[in-house]
């Protein structure tokens, strides 16, 4: 078999897991965030953690922010140990406005500012809508779309309001087609695109930035485990997505970095389409292999 030619600017550099990267080359400027402060939700974990890292890579002070304290202390001191910036980690719970308010107040105390809020938190799983319960649809509508909505809030009324910032939501392609097994994710990622444009156009002029990165599978996470990522690959099911594999999680950082930064100072209400052009064409092979599930457990 020929061998594949050296593949120039579309190569995966990533290691998959969840500690911080041994080695990484800059592409954009290593003081691109130098002094700023980042929020960043559910960033204790997979693309968050890795969001927070490239983050701090390039100059920026971070709060990581869930339900969960153990998780988050241990990732804080890995990230401030590998990047010598500071990281703090906060509990709060999306669904609450409460908490949140508590941790941005804490955030504030302690670095005095906030730029850059990374609503990141969702949760998910693979469920047929017959087998969804009206709760089940609820959690994830509260913990997805509200969960992005109170966070944006809370920041936007401490904060941004009077200085400004820069607000990235992490959606998913997956279900721009519509999929089965995936309606309540599907629809709460479909409502914070929309939220991104309605928030774009009434914080603007409070020079207030609302964008978004739209993933398509990215392995190496908690997400792609329970939505049958490994099963997919197994499968050949990214076979046709153009690029003809699951994306990784510094390069969805990559993207939220530029809609962050001032790199994309004249972008506001911009969907970011980030999965190497899955949603354009493989559609057929996503239900080929939502067949296979189902076909396994209806409760996965
Ligand atoms: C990755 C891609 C790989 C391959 C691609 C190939 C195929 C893809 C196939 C389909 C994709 C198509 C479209 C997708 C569209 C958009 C989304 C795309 C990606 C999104 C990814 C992610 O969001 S990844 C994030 C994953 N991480 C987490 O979920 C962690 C956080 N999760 C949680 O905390 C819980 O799981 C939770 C969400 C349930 C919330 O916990 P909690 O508040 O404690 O709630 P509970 O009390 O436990 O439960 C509440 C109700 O929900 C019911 N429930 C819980 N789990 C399930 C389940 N597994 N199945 C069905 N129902 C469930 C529970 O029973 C409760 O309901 P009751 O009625 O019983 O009260
Ligand atoms: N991996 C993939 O293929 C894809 C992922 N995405 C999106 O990427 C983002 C990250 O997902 P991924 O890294 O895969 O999965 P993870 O499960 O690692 O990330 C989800 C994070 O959200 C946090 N979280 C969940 N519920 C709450 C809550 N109620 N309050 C506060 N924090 C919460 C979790 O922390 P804790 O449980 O400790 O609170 C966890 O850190 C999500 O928005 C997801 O929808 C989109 C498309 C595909």
């Known amino acids: 078999m020929a061998e594949k030619p050296q593949l120039v600017n579309n190569s995966p550099e990533d290691i998959e897991t969840d500690e911080c990267m041994s080695t990484y080359t800059h592409i954009y400027s290593p003081d691109l965030l130098i002094d700023q402060v980042a929020f960043i939700t559910g960033g204790g974990s997979g693309i968050g953690f890795r969001i927070a890292e490239i983050l701090m890579r390039h100059g920026c002070d971070t709060v990581i922010a869930s339900r969960n304290l153990e998780k988050l202390t241990e990732a804080a001191k890995k990230l401030s140990s590998t990047t010598g910036r500071r990281c703090l980690p906060f509990t709060m719970d999306v669904r609450q406005p409460e908490t949140i308010s508590a941790a941005v107040d804490e955030t504030l105390k302690t670095f005095g500012r906030v730029d850059i809020l990374i609503n990141n938190a969702a949760g998910n799983f693979l469920c047929p809508a017959t087998s969804l319960s009206f709760n089940a649809f609820k959690t994830v509508m509260e913990i997805d779309t509200m969960g992005t909505f109170n966070t944006s809030k809370v920041i936007y009324d401490k904060w941004f309001k009077d200085h400004g910032g820069s607000i990235v939501n992490i959606s998913a392609t997956l279900g721009y087609r519509g999929q089965a097994l995936q309606v309540h994710a599907g629809s709460a990622k479909a409502a914070n695109d929309a939220m991104t444009r309605h928030l774009a156009v009434e914080w603007g002029p409070s020079g207030v930035r609302v964008n978004t990165v739209a993933p398509g599978p ?73 067949g296979i599930i189902s076909s396994r457990s209806a409760k996965l």
């Open 218 to 290: 990215i392995s190496g996470t908690e997400g792609y485990r329970r939505l049958g990522g490994s099963l997919a690959e197994s499968v050949g099911a990214f076979r046709s997505i153009p690029l003809q594999r699951a994306g990784n999680k510094t390069e969805m950082a990559h993207a939220v970095l530029f809609l962050a930064s001032r790199a994309a100072s004249y972008v506001t209400g911009a969907i970011l389409v980030a999965d190497g052009g899955a949603w354009l064409t493989s559609a057929n092979d996503v239900e080929r292999l939502l």
